[in-house]
RNA sequence: GGCGCCUUGGCGGAGUAGCUACGCAGCGGUCUGCAAAACCGCGUACACGGGUGCAAAUCCCGUAGGUGCCUCCA
């Protein structure tokens, strides 16, 4: 399988170090607020790595954290905690913050049928860990101390700005934010920041140093080397964290161990809506709610995910959901074609069943096509929309179904037959229809719409199929 | 101001040298009692100007526009 790696700028076979496992390394969210859903767009596109590296026979193990503490308003270590000021903004601690807003992601995981985690270490329950970090960095000279904290010294680890092609110079020059006088130079970043002397706060913990609480970068090098070895094979994040939080991770990393931290980086690119990015300061951020409000499944949003590549910017628009709600719906009235075995199923044309979810699991492993993907199994709906031979192949045609989802997690084996009454219902109107009372059999035609139930006459007798209720 | 990236038909969106995906919407047709269903067909898309190649949407240079990061942020 193939993964474009921001470290060599190129599209590379994947050669996990211990096959066939492979250790992922993904940075989960800061639990201050809901996520919006271009937060959603990255991790469904982690999801869809997953699934291609278990589609090709590896074993991810996918370890996911959750920032609850030391994430500043500003990553140049400047401003506030992120969970403290939404603590003070919804007038509860920090603690109750992180534990709301962690639930709901997790939760939302579950609800976008994103692959769940082999874990979700939290930072707050890995101080020791990044306080041993810290240490190790101190006795190997790369740390200095200041009024605010420990710092790293960037000067010290000559490949720093490598990662992200960064000329530290003009850094330095096109810098619009004031850098904190006494950081040696402008790229060093905190490793641990002392409790302000003024006032408590809601987190802190001691150290050998001080009262304080971990800078941002470390807890991902901690917990990442804890739970997956000093190499991760890949190591994942949203495109914007390349300059910075990345960079700063391989630095801190790299200094302790002298191995290479990651060898695989895939990064995601972000959503635009209207042409402007996501942010919270634009007020554009969408949630998972303001969706199903506008009566969308989150499958919808699943589908419009998989209709771009990830690491192109895309696009959200309430048109292009409506595109891919009609195209899911497509989908779907392939896949309950199984439910209606009397009109025969069997392996067709161009593609056998069992060749389907290989060709879609080809494409997703180049890079994670999943436009390609999709475009196939459009062609495969359409196909099979006409084609209907024998009832033979129905196991294989269930067996596709499933296979369709591992990889790309759309749920179309999970849609379930209609209700004896619904069935009694299309056959009364087939009975109508012998007797060419088309009044009569067009009205239970509305009444089966009204249930989510169309029904269209073909050849081999009616077909029913999901519509949907708006 | 510095450093990147992008520009594909009405919309979304792949492809990255040679048979011009795919979806949505639209139009025309077939089937049908009818059909909002299904199927078939259509619109001759690759920002602009140069260049290299037998051949360029795909490579190079320039122009215009957009956008990202250097603040927040996936």
């Given at each position: 399988m193939k993964l474009y790696n921001t470290l060599t700028k190129k599209v590379e076979q994947i050669k996990p170090q211990h096959p066939p496992v492979v250790t992922i390394y993904t940075c989960g969210p800061t639990v201050y607020d809901y996520p919006h859903i271009g937060n959603w767009f990255t991790f469904l596109r982690y999801d869809l790595l997953v699934r291609t590296l278990r589609a090709n026979a590896y074993e991810p193990k996918w370890v996911m954290n959750i920032t609850d503490v030391g994430h500043l308003v500003s990553d140049a270590d400047e401003g506030e905690d992120k969970l403290e000021k939404g603590a003070r903004r919804e007038h509860k601690t920090a603690w109750e913050v992180a534990e709301y807003y962690s639930s709901y992601f997790i939760n939302g995981l579950a609800r976008l049928n994103i692959m769940q985690p082999n874990m979700l270490p939290k930072a707050t329950h890995h101080i020791k860990e990044q306080i041993e970090l810290i240490l190790r960095l101190e006795a190997k000279g790369y740390t200095y101390q200041i009024e605010d904290g420990i710092y790293f010294d960037?000067?010290?680890?000559?490949?720093?700005?490598d990662f992200a092609q960064l000329d530290i110079d003009e850094l330095q020059a096109g810098a619009r934010v004031e850098v904190?006088?006494?950081?040696?130079?402008?790229t060093d970043f905190a490793l641990w920041k002392f409790s302000p002397k003024d006032s408590k706060r809601d987190m802190e913990w001691p150290s050998p140093w001080g009262t304080g609480f971990p800078g941002w970068h470390i807890e991902c090098s901690a917990m990442s080397m804890k739970y997956l070895?000093?190499?991760?094979d890949v190591h994942s994040g949203g495109i914007?964290?390349?300059?910075v939080h990345h960079t700063n991770e391989i630095a801190q990393s790299e200094a302790v161990?002298?191995?290479?931290?990651?060898?695989y980086w895939m990064h995601t690119n972000h959503i635009t809506i209207s042409g402007e990015k996501i942010a919270k300061s634009a007020g554009n951020g969408l949630t998972l709610e303001d969706i199903e409000a506008k009566g969308y499944d989150l499958e919808v949003f699943r589908l419009l995910v998989l209709e771009s590549h990830y690491r192109t910017q895309s696009t959200f628009s309430w048109e292009a959901m409506e595109a891919a709600a009609n195209r899911l719906q497509d989908l779907r009235a392939m896949a309950v074609l199984r439910w209606q075995p009397q009109h025969g199923i069997s392996d067709y044309g161009t593609f056998s069943f069992e060749d389907v979810p290989q060709e879609i699991g080809r494409l997703m492993s180049e890079d994670l096509n999943s436009p390609a993907a999709l475009a196939f199994l459009s062609q495969v709906s359409t196909q099979l929309s006409t084609v209907l031979v024998g009832a033979n192949g129905l196991d294989h045609f269930i067996l596709m179904l499933r296979k369709i989802d591992e990889l790309l997690g759309l749920k179309l084996s999970d849609i379930g037959d209609i209700t004896p009454e619904q069935k009694q219902l299309i056959a009364k109107r087939e009975e109508s229809r012998l007797a060419k009372d088309w009044a009569s059999a067009d009205r239970v035609r509305q009444e089966l719409l009204k249930q989510g139930v169309g029904v269209r006459d073909t050849p081999y007798g009616p077909i029913w199929f999901p519509e949907r209720l708006q």
């Open positions: 960037t000067s010290k680890f000559p490949r720093y700005g904190n006088p006494e950081k040696r130079n402008p070895g000093e190499t991760l914007d964290h390349i300059p161990t002298g191995k290479r931290f990651a060898n």
